[in-house]
C-alpha cells in the first residue's frame, strides 16, 4: 500500500502560482512513478505531469509545458508540483496518484485549485 496525501491547493489570481506537494508513505518507491492528475467540474480527470521515482524522468500534459513543473524529494517522500502563470482553465481538483506501467493504484485525497480572472 502506499499512502498519498495532497496539500497546497487553495485560490490565486490568473498570472500567479501555486506549489502542489503529495506526501507519500507506505511502500517504496523506487519502481513507481508518481503523478499529478487534475479533474474540473463537469470533465474527466486528465493527467498533467508525471515523474519516475527512480530516475526522475518527467512528462508534461500539452496543457503543463512552460508552466508547471514537477520534482520529488527523495529524502522526504514527496511530490511537488510547481504551478506558474495560473489562468482560470486550471481550475480543478489536483490529485496525487502513484503506480506502475502506466496504471495508477495509489491515489490521494486530492486538492482544490482554483484560479480567478
Known amino acids: 500500500q502506499v499512502q498519498l496525501v495532497e496539500s497546497g491547493g487553495g485560490l490565486v489570481q490568473a498570472g500567479g502560482s501555486l506549489r502542489l506537494s503529495c506526501a507519500a508513505s507506505?511502500?517504496?518507491?523506487?519502481?513507481?512513478?508518481l503523478g499529478w492528475f487534475r479533474q474540473a467540474p463537469g470533465k474527466e480527470r486528465e493527467i498533467a505531469a508525471t515523474?519516475?521515482?527512480?530516475?526522475?524522468?518527467?512528462y508534461y500534459a500539452d496543457s503543463a509545458k512552460g508552466r508547471f513543473t514537477i520534482s520529488r524529494d527523495k529524502f522526504k517522500n514527496t511530490v511537488a508540483l510547481q504551478m506558474n502563470s495560473l489562468k482560470p482553465e486550471d481550475t480543478a481538483v489536483y490529485y496525487c496518484?502513484?503506480?506502475?506501467?502506466?496504471?495508477?493504484?495509489?491515489w490521494g485525497q486530492g486538492t482544490q485549485v482554483t484560479v480567478s480572472s
Open positions: 515523474i519516475s521515482w527512480g530516475v526522475g524522468s518527467t
Open positions: 496518484a502513484a503506480g506502475k506501467t502506466g496504471h495508477y493504484d495509489y
Open positions: 507506505g511502500r517504496t518507491l523506487s519502481r513507481y512513478v
